[in-house]
């Protein structure tokens, strides 16, 4: 794996997150102001994220004949695929999706019409999402298209966000009530299992249907060499729903559960764009690297920006 292929898995990986964080201050401020207080300073900070991956996807836009075989290898694509798939046009798809989404973050905090621009962009974000998913990782193989694909990604990026916002509630020396995160706790064990089962469905409508190209995308991650991610992930999600189940909402089970939806989360996303693992200390590294400095961009954030502290206490 090159520094290119690197970049990429951590581009992919956080830019998600950033996006379903966005989805999920939407959403809160859509259904609920007091449904999201809890965790709206984690939420709106990781969303106040995304204008760095603007910066992130600059050299990975240099480096994409490295990363998209359809750039080079474009004889056997159907003529419609191949001009979607025109470099051109997939970069300036890609910086739409990066500045509307950044737009909307910074939007969404500035704005009194919280519920109004929460509708225009879950209108605006349910599209981009699902195009963002089929290009910076579906289109990696192009001859396969799946109109789930976009879904399950998507919401597999909502899952993270969620269960990365509750981690870094409960993390705090004063966390919110117990009695204010029961929705939470929830929305999270009922996200978890409906992205188990939107990825099994996709498999299993590949197999029924007798989808070749389907079929080939998961037969070549289904190598007795490769298998080890997909079946630490599905662990990791297992352990994640049996601590999630009993009723009630201790700190215990809370960060428990929400730490292993998240390693979930990193093997799976993992093991769709790179099936065999990261062999290289120097990609591992470089990995790591901005994940912390996305990290430090996250916490200065969260220290200038509104903590809600009397709204997440206040019981509903």
């Given amino acids: 794996m090159n520094v290119m292929e690197a ?16 989805i999920v201050l939407m959403i809160g401020h ?3 102001e007091h449904w999201l207080a809890p965790i709206r300073a984690e939420v709106e900070a990781a969303a106040l994220t995304l204008p760095l991956f603007i910066l992130l996807g600059v050299p990975l836009a240099f480096g994409i004949d490295q990363l998209f075989p359809w750039v080079s290898e474009r004889a056997d694509l159907p003529p419609v695929r191949a001009t979607f798939l025109s470099p051109g046009f997939f970069l300036l798809r890609s910086a739409i999706y990066l500045l509307v989404c950044a737009g909307m973050a910074f939007w969404l905090i500035r704005t009194r019409h ?8 879950l209108a605006l974000l349910t599209p981009i999402v699902s195009f963002a998913a089929y290009d910076w990782v579906l289109s990696r193989e192009p001859h396969w298209w799946s109109s789930l694909f976009g879904f399950a990604f998507g919401l597999a990026q909502v899952l993270a966000a969620l269960a990365g916002a509750i981690l870094v509630n409960f993390l705090k020396p004063d966390p919110a009530s117990s009695q204010r995160m029961k929705s ?6 009922t996200l978890a299992l409906l992205t188990v089962w939107t990825w099994f469905a996709q498999f299993i409508i590949a197999w ?22 997909l079946k630490t992930s599905y662990l990791l999600m297992l352990g994640a ?18 730490s292993l939806v998240l390693l979930y989360h990193g093997a ?11 062999s290289s200390w120097l990609d591992i590294v470089l990995i790591l690297g901005i994940i912390c400095l ?11 920006r509104p903590s809600y502290a009397e709204e997440a206490s206040a019981e509903p």
Avoid at 9 to 18: D, H, K, M, P, R
Avoid at 184 to 189: C, G, N, S
Avoid at 241 to 258: C, D, E, F, K, T
């Fill in 7 to 22: 970049l990429y898995i951590v581009f992919v990986g956080l830019a998600g997150i950033s996006m379903g964080s966005l």
């Fill in 30 to 32: 859509l259904m609920n």
């Fill in 114 to 121: 919280v519920r109004q621009v929460s509708a225009v962009g």
């Fill in 184 to 189: 939470l706790e929830r929305a999270l064990l």
């Fill in 208 to 229: 029924l249907a007798n989808l070749p190209q389907g079929a080939g995308w998961f037969l070549r991650r289904a190598d007795a060499s490769d298998q080890w991610l």
């Fill in 241 to 258: 729903i049996v601590v999630l189940v009993p009723s009630g909402v201790s700190r215990a089970a809370m960060i428990g559960g929400s």
């Fill in 268 to 278: 799976h996303t993992l093991w769709i764009l790179q099936p065999r693992g990261i």
């Fill in 294 to 304: 996305w990290i430090a961009a996250f916490i200065t954030l969260m220290k200038v």
